[in-house]
């Protein structure tokens, strides 16, 4: 594999720390500061982009930046893995930009130049954690986001946000450092490096039972993959503004979790010795439990952003799922579910906060009739459903049907029953909104109704629609669609068709990393 | 002998003439003490980079006072290890005097300020006299110097409660000085010779001595007592929290310090890794006793309130990582711990100066005081921030490097239970490192108009002077510069950790 050595990744990290300084000098001057957000991202994503050619070429961008000691490098590796989480997080950044300008603004939030510079801080750390070359930058930034996306969380600064984001920092600071950074100990103690390799570095470096707490330390120690026990953090980092919710916790996030036991199997262990230790089926079997159990806490859940949490719970499991199941089909459905999943489930998410603004409502039970008054809005979410649930030609039937004849490549029957009670569950959780929004009477002037409504509110989104001069209870007829936050959604929702029936890119940049 | 072959000897008489001077310069003109403190301790600062860089190049220095031979007259040794400690004491001192000018004159009476600064000097002679001598009685006797200028400089705290913890802190000092000198009076006894190099020497073939046996438990437990192992802590939390807050911080970053290298001094180039491992079971012993501290210190640490008592407490854990990497007896976890000597010393000196800008902006001392304090006073929180996060050991921070050395140097051991302690106690550390942040950023500051709000809202920011401020941020910067450029320091500290156990 051809090594061309490049310092791009490293732009593409510091393009956006140097947007967190432009927004704090210009902090008194909101409409200069968001276009440094709007420029970072698109010049962020164009450095990427420059890169992709390359790596399709089947090469790899590496660049060494410090070696603090010996044995411990700060080092970028830009490799297909790499490329397509970088490029999906980085596109998706640009609309978020344009979407949280639209969110912040309608609701007259506090602290903006606060939230948009620690915004671009994580997107620094996502994109770090991207181009990792080995486990210990990796690690770096995956602490970095936890930091950084701790003032998101809390942002609304009440105590339900304050108690949200530190149920957040602990589980994910204390999982990654009590287990993940113990793996990475044993790691570097029984391979002497740390370094990403194509088949792996642990290979024959230790006894099984070493290999496998190793793993099992891994898997513990990466709670933003969000596999259950590990979880509650995800619903918790719902307290955040939604195009936190959006960006950061359904795709920058969560991401970064999945992306990293992926490097963990492919790149620390290597599949064959994931086979060899026979943790493959075991933590398939182990996922799986997440995909159900998530998808039926999803069916009870009456607050939309919590019910989508569960939801990413569940598909962030696919991937894992894909990955350990380790035949060619499956893994390949797992890593585009990576790209598919964030496409549909921000839009998802893009709805919520459009919902909330435009309306008020937060809650599944209130959203009645209204399709008819915000129709991109809710068409959107509609797609996006589709797209989650599998059905074609949305994205996520191509991931739905990689790992479908995966599991039967592997013979593993369950595996396949899982995925089709999951995919029921999705449309049990999901159609109903959309129903709800198109065929349903609006509930408005219903007094019991509009109490509860009013009691939801106040309990999940805090105060800050109190001060917003519009209050609860805004008129049926007054509701229509914001156009800054209407556009990406849109587009997102559009580019989870598109993926679908063009899924090239993603396929072959899967196929390449499994090669 | 040109003037660079007295540089050992400069570099403890300067400070010790100094210190006689301060009061005359006092009489004269009182604010030009400080001056002269500052230009005193940064040429220390100098001479000991210097004799550092000596050692890097050409070995182990030794300057014969009065020309006197070794075993006879009284030897200074500058090897890795002094070298090493010596810097980071001096420079600690140098950073500690520029920032001391404003808070001195806030904490201490005017007319005690040259008493203060005279005595003051005395401390850091005694520390780097401890550091440089290879002489065991002239060790004693800079411990009794830096002991006797720590008590007053305690007791000169402004609460009533420093008189006490000065006293308190008087008895156990004295006992454990008297255990050191019974040590002393034991080797003596057994070998007739007072020299370090010359007693390794002569020890071996006496190992079995119980003269010699008692006298290493003598050492051990003085020593251990000085530099606040736990269960011996219990001096520690009162004279460090009720001392003056530039003393705080060279309690913790410098007096601590010097109290581990003593012992590490003591243990393993006086005695022997034979004798430590094979001849009594000292290093179990010493395994046990770190991990207590490490555990029993940060669990106390999360029950202050009061945020130099906390930091005071924290220092109980921190002591015990570098008797940790001792205790483990490798050449990796040695790194570590000697490692730690610098990376404690510059994380906990920054955070006691953050706690001394507090203190002088505001008076507060409590951490529930400190609700929307990252409005008022951004670059303090911030060095603060980077502080706590070296704590707990975020990666590419300076507590990152001696926890990984740490880490690794147990497992190559087969220590692999030492993984757990080292990372419950990061936990524990985030705990209330974390619990600070959160209130300092988060929490929403009090409605008190005498102090803050200012056209209904808007925050006015309010940082301690320059002066204070930018030492703070100094060493906070240097948290995370030694954690990037961390193979600075660790080529520096392999070496000395190679030559205590005796692997080169």
């Keep these: 594999m051809e090594i061309i050595h490049s310092a791009r990744p490293l732009y593409a990290i510091a393009i956006s720390l140097l947007a967190v300084v432009l927004i704090v000098i210009s902090r008194r001057h909101p409409n200069l500061r968001e276009s440094w957000t709007i420029l970072a991202s698109i010049i962020k994503f164009a450095v990427i982009a420059s890169m992709i050619p390359v790596i399709l070429n089947g090469k790899i961008i590496e660049y060494t930046l410090i070696t603090i000691l010996p044995g411990l490098d700060i080092k970028f590796r830009v490799d297909a893995l790499g490329i397509l989480f970088a490029s999906t997080a980085s596109f998706l950044w640009i609309l978020t930009s344009i979407y949280s300008i639209g969110y912040m603004r309608k609701l007259k939030e506090h602290a903006q130049t606060r939230y948009f510079s620690y915004f671009a801080a994580s997107m620094a750390a996502t994109i770090g954690v991207a181009f990792s070359a080995n486990m210990f930058t990796l690690f770096f930034f995956y602490e970095a986001i936890t930091l950084c996306t701790f003032p998101l969380v809390a942002h609304k600064e009440t105590p339900e946000a304050i108690k949200g984001a530190r149920t957040y920092i602990v589980y994910l600071l204390g999982a990654s450092v009590a287990f993940q950074l113990s793996a990475i100990f044993l790691t570097y103690y029984a391979a002497g490096t740390l370094d990403f390799t194509t088949h792996g570095i642990l290979t024959g470096k230790g006894s099984d039972i070493l290999l496998t707490v190793i793993f099992i330390l891994f898997m513990a120690g990466i709670a933003k993959a969000a596999i259950m026990p590990f979880h509650n953090w995800l619903p918790a980092a719902m307290v955040a503004p939604t195009p936190v919710s959006a960006l950061l916790h359904a795709v920058a996030v969560v991401k970064t979790g999945v992306f990293t036991i992926l490097r963990v199997i492919f790149f620390i262990f290597g599949i064959d010795l994931i086979h060899n230790l026979n943790l493959s089926t075991a933590g398939a079997y182990f996922v799986s439990i997440t995909i159900i159990v998530a998808s039926l806490i999803a069916l009870t859940k009456d607050n939309l952003k919590a019910r ?31 790209a598919n999943h964030a496409f549909s489930k921000i839009t998802l998410f893009f709805c919520a906060g459009s919902i909330y603004c435009a309306a008020h409502k937060t809650e599944v039970s209130q959203l009645s009739g209204l399709g008819r008054k915000m129709p991109w809005t809710m068409a959107a979410f509609f797609i996006a459903s589709l797209s989650m649930i599998g059905v074609p030609p949305a994205a996520g039937f191509i991931s739905k049907w990689y790992l479908a004849m995966g599991s039967i490549e592997a013979k593993e029957v369950p595996i396949l029953i899982v995925l089709l009670v999951s995919t029921i569950l999705n449309a049990a959780y999901f159609l109903p909104i959309s129903y709800k929004a198109f065929f349903e009477e609006p509930n408005e002037g219903r007094d019991v109704e509009g109490h509860n409504i009013l009691l939801h509110e106040n309990h999940s989104e805090g105060h800050s629609s109190a001060h917003d001069g519009h209050g609860h209870e805004i008129e049926f007829k007054k509701i229509k669609e914001i156009p800054l936050m209407a556009i990406p959604l849109v587009l997102t929702a559009i580019i989870s068709i598109v993926i679908g029936i063009y899924p090239d890119y993603f396929l072959t940049l899967a196929k390449e990393i499994i090669r | 002998m040109n003037i660079a072959g ?78 090493f400690v010596l810097t980071v004491v001096s420079f600690i001192s140098f950073i500690v005097s520029i920032y001391s000018k404003r808070s001195v004159e806030k904490e201490i009476d005017g007319s005690k300020i040259p008493a203060f600064y005279c005595i003051y000097m005395l401390f850091i002679t005694g520390l780097m006299g401890i550091v440089i001598t290879g002489d065991i009685f002239n060790l004693y006797v800079f411990i009794e110097i830096s002991a006797l200028s720590a008590y007053v400089l305690i007791a000169m705290g402004k609460k009533k409660a420093a008189l006490l913890a000065s006293y308190n802190y008087l008895i156990l000092g004295t006992i454990a000085a008297t255990f050191i000198l019974l040590g002393i009076g034991h080797l003596y006894m057994a070998t007739g010779s007072l020299n370090m190099a010359d007693l390794s020497k002569r020890l071996p073939a006496l190992y079995g001595s119980h003269v010699v046996r008692t006298a290493f438990v003598f ?89 130099k008592r906390m930091l005071a407490y924290s220092s109980i854990g921190q002591m015990g990582y570098i008797i940790l990497g001792a205790a483990i007896m490798n050449p990796i976890a040695m790194t570590g711990s000697l490692i730690h000597i610098l990376n404690h010393a510059l994380m906990k000196s920054t955070l006691f100066l953050v706690a001394g800008s507090i203190l002088y902006k505001t008076g507060i001392e409590d951490i529930s005081g400190l609700k929307g304090m990252g409005k008022r006073m951004p670059y303090t929180m911030a060095a603060f921030t980077i502080g706590a996060l070296s704590m707990i050991g975020a990666p590419l921070t300076v507590g990152f490097v001696s926890k990984w050395y740490l880490a690794i140097g147990a497992l190559r051991a087969n220590m692999w239970y030492i993984i757990p302690v080292i990372l419950l106690s990061s936990l524990l550390t985030a705990v209330y490192c974390w619990r600070i942040i959160e209130t300092i950023y988060f ?4 409605e008190d108009e005498s102090m803050m709000t200012y056209n209904g809202h808007s925050t006015v920011v309010n940082d301690a002077p320059a002066g204070m401020t930018v030492p703070t941020l100094v060493l906070a910067s240097l948290c995370i510069v030694l954690g990037f450029a961390a193979f600075i320091p660790v080529t520096v500290v392999t070496s000395a950790a190679n030559m205590l156990l005796g692997a080169n």
């Design chain 1, 308 to 338: 989508l949490a569960y939801s990413t719970i569940s598909q962030l499991s696919y991937i894992i799922l894909g990955a350990l199941l380790m035949t060619p089909s499956s893994m390949v459905g797992g890593i585009v579910h990576i």
């Design chain 2, 6 to 83: 007295h540089l050992p000897i400069l570099v403890i008489i300067i400070p010790l003439i100094s210190a006689v001077f301060i009061p005359l310069l006092g009489r004269i003109n009182r604010s030009a003490v400080c001056y002269f403190v500052l230009s005193v301790t940064f040429l220390s600062f100098l001479i000991s980079i210097s004799l550092l860089s000596m050692v890097m190049t050409s070995g182990r220095i030794s300057y014969r006072l009065g020309g006197w031979e070794p075993p006879w007259g009284i030897e200074y040794v500058v090897d890795y290890l002094s070298g």
């Design chain 2, 219 to 307: 050492f051990t437990i003085g020593l251990s007592l000085k530099m606040a192992l736990y269960p011996l802590h219990i001096w520690l939390p009162d004279a460090h929290s009720t001392a003056p807050s530039v003393i705080s911080a060279l309690l913790a970053a410098a007096a601590l310090k010097v109290g581990a290298y003593a012992l590490l001094r003591v243990v393993f180039t006086v005695f022997t890794v034979d004798f430590v491992q094979n001849v009594v079971p000292a290093t179990k012993v010493f395994l046990v006793l770190a991990v207590l501290a490490i555990i029993a210190g940060s669990v106390l640490t999360i029950a202050q309130t009061n945020i």
């Design chain 2, 443 to 446: 929490h929403k500051a009090p």
